[in-house]
Structure formats: structure tokens, C-alpha cells
């Protein structure tokens, strides 16, 4: 078989991605003669190399954006690479229907060791990396090219929350947590906070729940949760300085004037 064949027979099972040892194993022509035509292809924009021996098929329908949805190649590139993964931030926040915000990379969160950003073409992905993996709040969602693993609503809020700072502040994000409160569930708060490490994390979140009045059903397990042992002030935004109005509930130091775009 071609790699031109080999593509065709991927297409038609609805895989979007592959790898150099596919077509080998596919293929009993000489890898020299493989890698000629893999790389005619990767010239007219059929095919991107997305990382090291790895590549995305571009269909027509995907060839004048230069860009293939993350959904119909991500977990095939974590199996590849073997490492756990999830959809994350911002990219889980518009699975979730945040997608008040156009956001024009992805976000991935995976474990260590790190994997550096990738950036070809228009296809572009941050790595968040963690080094204790959870077992909860990772959900799956099914694309044409099958299920992916997405953060639920209340990791993808939580995660927004601790990483702030390299997604561009509070006020950035907080458009997106509002349409995120949205797909709050009780369970999915209480199973998170079963083994969610960052204390200050739920800490501003439970405060930014309450100042985008959510249900105060759910602000309540958060606040409970905290009152179950000490927890001590602490700035909304530890990028700013001090500012000398404190919310005594949540001992959190407003340092930060929010502001929404839905409002």
C-alpha cells in the first residue's frame, strides 16, 4: 500500500491521525520510498506533522483552516505517547458550552515528564502538567474519530481557577466560569473535593462562585468543605498587591475588581 492508499483506509474508519510505525507495519514498500511520499503530502497540506513520528490527516472539508479539531486525534496521540491525559481549561470549558470566548489554542493537562507546547501551522497546544494524576472528574465524550477524556465542569472550573495566571488573570477567565456554573452538579463538586489538593484553589473558587450568584447549593459544599478545618486570608490574585477589603467569609482579600462580558 501508498501512504495515499493508507490514508483512504484510515478516513474511512474515521481516524484522523497516525503514526510513522503504522505505515510501516501497513506498507511493504522501502521506508525510503515511504518517506518520499509522506513528505509530498506533508507539502501540499494533506498531512501535518504534528510532533516526532506522528501526523494529522486533513481532510478537504478541514484543508482551507489548515486545522483538525483536537477531539478527532487526541487520544490517539496519548496513546502513542503513552501518558494519561484531559482535555482541560479552556478547551473543556467549550465542551461544557463556554464558548462565549473564541479560543485559539488547546489546552491539555497531562502527566510529568513534560511534554513541550506544539505549534504547526494553526494548530496550536498548551501542556499543563500535574504530578499526582486523579482518578475523578475525568469524563469521556464521543467524536467521529470516538471518546476523548475532558475535565468535568467542576475540574474544568477549579483548574481555570489555580492556573489564572497563565491564561491571562481573573478577568480573563471569569466570563468563562460564569457560562461554566451553568454545568454545576452537586456530585460532581463533592466527588472533586473527595481528592482535590489545593486548598487555596477552592478557597477563590467558592468566592467567585458566590460573586457570579450560583446556587447557593453549590457554594454551600465548597464553604462547608473549608470550615472543616482552618484555612487563612489569602489575595483573590496573588499577582496583585494587597488591597485592604477583606470578605471575612471567605477570608479572601479582593484584590481584584471583576468584571464579566456577559454582564
Known amino acids: 500500500m501508498t501512504v495515499a492508499e493508507i490514508i483512504d483506509e484510515l478516513l474511512s474508519h474515521e481516524e484522523y491521525s497516525f503514526s510513522w510505525n503504522e505505515i510501516i507495519q501497513k506498507s511493504t514498500k522501502p521506508e525510503i520510498a515511504l518517506k518520499r511520499e509522506l513528505s509530498r503530502l506533508v507539502e501540499k497540506g494533506m498531512v501535518i506533522n504534528l510532533r516526532k513520528a506522528f501526523y494529522l490527516i486533513i ?8 486545522i483538525l479539531p483536537i477531539e478527532l486525534y487526541i487520544d490517539k496521540l496519548f496513546k502513542y505517547l503513552q501518558k494519561d491525559y484531559y482535555l482541560a481549561l479552556y478547551s473543556a470549558a467549550k465542551f461544557h458550552g463556554a464558548g462565549h470566548q473564541q479560543i485559539q489554542k488547546n489546552y491539555v493537562i497531562t502527566e510529568l515528564p513534560p511534554i513541550f507546547k506544539i505549534k504547526r501551522k494553526e494548530i496550536i497546544i498548551d501542556f499543563f502538567h500535574i504530578s499526582n494524576w486523579p482518578n475523578k472528574n475525568i469524563i469521556k465524550k464521543k467524536s467521529d474519530a470516538g471518546y476523548f477524556h475532558v475535565s468535568s465542569p467542576a475540574l474544568t472550573m477549579v483548574d481555570i481557577v489555580h492556573h489564572h495566571r497563565k491564561l491571562g488573570g481573573l478577568n480573563r477567565t471569569f466570563t468563562v466560569l460564569e457560562e461554566l456554573i451553568e454545568e454545576l452538579t452537586v456530585s460532581d463538586i463533592k466527588e472533586l473535593l473527595s481528592w482535590y489538593p489545593f486548598k487555596s484553589t477552592i478557597q477563590r473558587t467558592g468566592y467567585l462562585l458566590e460573586e457570579l450568584s450560583a446556587d447557593q447549593s453549590l457554594i454551600n459544599i465548597f464553604y462547608k468543605f473549608l470550615k472543616k478545618s482552618n484555612f487563612y486570608q489569602i ?21 481584584v475588581e471583576l468584571s464579566s462580558d456577559l454582564t
Not at 481532510?59 to 489548515?66: L, Q
Open 235 to 255: 489575595p483573590l490574585s496573588p499577582q496583585k498587591e494587597s488591597s485592604g477589603i477583606i470578605n471575612s467569609k471567605w477570608k479572601i482579600n479582593e484584590n
Open 59 to 66: 481532510p478537504p472539508r478541514y484543508k482551507n483552516f489548515g
